[in-house]
Each structure stands twice: as C-alpha cells, then as structure tokens.
C-alpha cells in the first residue's frame, strides 16, 4: 500500500540549520508529501515555520531578511545572555498567534527539562512558545518555563529527533541531520558558549546513530563566523542534498 507522505525529523545545528530550508524547496518543487515534522532546535523552527503555513521559498525569504539585532536582547536575567523576548516576538508575528493543533501538516519539537534532565515532547498550545523551548540554547537564551517545566534547546539530548517523528504513525521517517562544525578558535563569551554547546553535540553525532528510512546530509563545510553572511550558500547544499536522493524518497513512497 502507498504511503500517503514522508515523516521528516529536522536536526539541530544553529545556523547551519538554515540548509534544511533548502531541503523543504526540493520537496515543495518535487511535490513530496509530508505527513508530519519532528524537529529539534533549529529544525523545530524550520518545521514550525512551514507546519504555520509558509512554503520553503517563503521560509527562504524570511531567513534571508533577518538581522542579528531583530532577535539579540541582553538581559539581565542569571539564565541566560539573551532575554529571548524579541525572538518570541518575532515568533508570534511569524507564526500568526497559530497553535500546535491548528499546524498542517501536524508538528512535534522537543525540548529538555534542564532540572530534571529529560527531553520534553512540545505538541500542543502556542507555537511561538514550543519554537522558543526548543531554540533555548543553554547559557545563550533563557530557559522557557512552560507547564512547570524549565525547558531547553531540543539539541542537549536529541540532535536529529527520528524517535519522536516515528510517534506519527506508519510512515516513512527521512531525517535531515546538518551536522556540528566545531570553530577553530573562539574568541568571546558568545563563542565560548556555542563551542561548548557545538561540543556536546559533536558527541552525540558520534554515539547517537541516527536510525531512519533515509538521511539527508546537507555538505556544509562553513565555519560558524560565516553562518549569517552564507545562508544562501548553506540552503543551496539542503537543496542539493534532497536532489540527490529525491528517487529514493520516491521509492519510499510506494
């Protein structure tokens, strides 16, 4: 029997997270159907973004208009550098006030508990808040407090999240995983933190083996001070990556 779509489980990754824009673009343009999206961190934001409603292009656009100073406000806060005030905003603007039940296809993010250690499964109420959760670098933004929780980024324990995008039921999972590029040096309290983070996350990629139908690896080989300045470059390689594999995402499909 035909499966009537592919699960998609959209990694971690910062910046480089922006390649899986371009893995949404090859979908669209293929017209792949996606039966529902798991993601972590910047995958969750990916996936939320075209869960509320947007195409890939359209994500595409809002990715290349950010600026740095749309969503950095320093806080004051003990938990965190960054309040995450004005990314919720924007958040909210983006997403329209949606909520989770009201996303097409359906979506599901994680986060982690910071106290008690364990990851949080986001899939209902707002959208902007569960996005929030699960891009809460630890030490960069503050934690969001959600349901008596103190939640995190998605990526402290689940990098590419296949175990969550196989709670949708018997469909094909394909995974998109953008790796983790360590910086050669740091040089600031900002580098410090992501390096740490980076790390952690290098050592997942090595003891997490990433189980699903198919993985796509976008070829991002940008150091992290050239995140901001080559988006174009890294949606290219998402772009790339699905095309070279778009039979096979067929094949999955029968």
Same mark, same amino acid.
């Not at 040089?187 to 990433?210: C, E, W």
């Given at each position: 029997?035909?499966?009537?779509?592919?699960?998609?489980?959209?990694?971690?990754?910062?910046?480089?997270?922006?390649?899986?824009?371009?893995?949404?673009?090859?979908?669209?343009?293929?017209?792949?159907?996606?039966?529902?999206?798991?993601?972590?961190?910047?995958?969750?934001?990916?996936?939320?973004?075209?869960?509320?409603?947007?195409?890939?292009?359209?994500?595409?656009? %809002?990715? =290349? +208009?950010?600026?740095?100073?749309?969503?950095? !406000?320093?806080?004051?806060?003990?938990?965190? &550098?960054? @309040?995450?005030?004005?990314?919720?905003?924007?958040?909210?603007?983006?997403?329209?006030?949606?909520?989770?039940?009201?996303?097409?296809?359906?979506?599901?993010?994680?986060?982690?508990?910071?106290?008690?250690?364990?990851?949080?499964?986001?899939?209902?109420?707002?959208?902007?808040?569960?996005?929030?959760?699960?891009?809460?670098?630890?030490?960069?933004?503050?934690?969001?407090?959600?349901?008596?929780?103190?939640?995190?980024?998605?990526?402290?324990?689940?990098?590419?999240?296949?175990?969550?995008?196989?709670?949708?039921?018997?469909?094909?999972?394909?995974?998109?995983?953008?790796? %983790?590029? =360590? +910086?050669?040096?740091?040089?600031?309290?900002? !580098?410090?933190?992501?390096?740490?983070?980076? &790390?952690? @996350?290098?050592?997942?990629?090595?003891?997490?083996?990433?189980?699903?139908?198919?993985?796509?690896?976008?070829?991002?080989?940008?150091?992290?001070?050239?995140?901001?300045?080559?988006?174009?470059?890294?949606?290219?390689?998402?772009?790339?990556?699905?095309?070279?594999?778009?039979?096979?995402?067929?094949?999955?499909?029968?």
């Amino acid at each position: 029997m035909a499966h009537k779509g592919v699960v998609l489980a959209l990694s971690s990754g910062g910046a480089r997270g922006f390649a899986h824009i371009g893995v949404l673009k090859t979908l669209d343009r293929f017209h792949i159907p996606i039966a529902g999206i798991a993601g972590s961190s910047m995958g969750g934001l990916v996936g939320g973004l075209y869960c509320a409603g947007y195409t890939g292009s359209m994500i595409q656009e %809002v990715a =290349l +208009a950010i600026r740095r100073t749309d969503w950095i !406000d320093f806080s004051l806060s003990k938990m965190g &550098l960054l @309040a995450g005030k004005k990314l919720e905003s924007l958040l909210m603007k983006w997403t329209h006030g949606c909520q989770f039940e009201d996303c097409s296809p359906p979506l599901k993010v994680v986060a982690v508990d910071i106290e008690t250690g364990q990851p949080v499964l986001i899939e209902t109420g707002r959208l902007s808040e569960g996005i929030r959760a699960t891009v809460s670098i630890p030490g960069i933004f503050s934690p969001v407090v959600r349901n008596r929780h103190i939640l995190v980024d998605g990526g402290v324990l689940n990098r590419v999240p296949v175990d969550v995008a196989r709670l949708f039921g018997e469909f094909p999972v394909v995974a998109v995983d953008v790796g %983790v590029e =360590l +910086a050669p040096k740091v040089g600031s309290m900002f !580098d410090v933190l992501f390096q740490t983070f980076d &790390l952690m @996350a290098h050592q997942l990629k090595r003891f997490q083996p990433v189980h699903a139908d198919l993985v796509i690896e976008p070829q991002l080989q940008l150091t992290r001070e050239a995140h901001f300045s080559k988006i174009p470059e890294m949606i290219q390689a998402g772009e790339t990556a699905t095309e070279q594999v778009i039979s096979r995402i067929r094949d999955l499909l029968v």
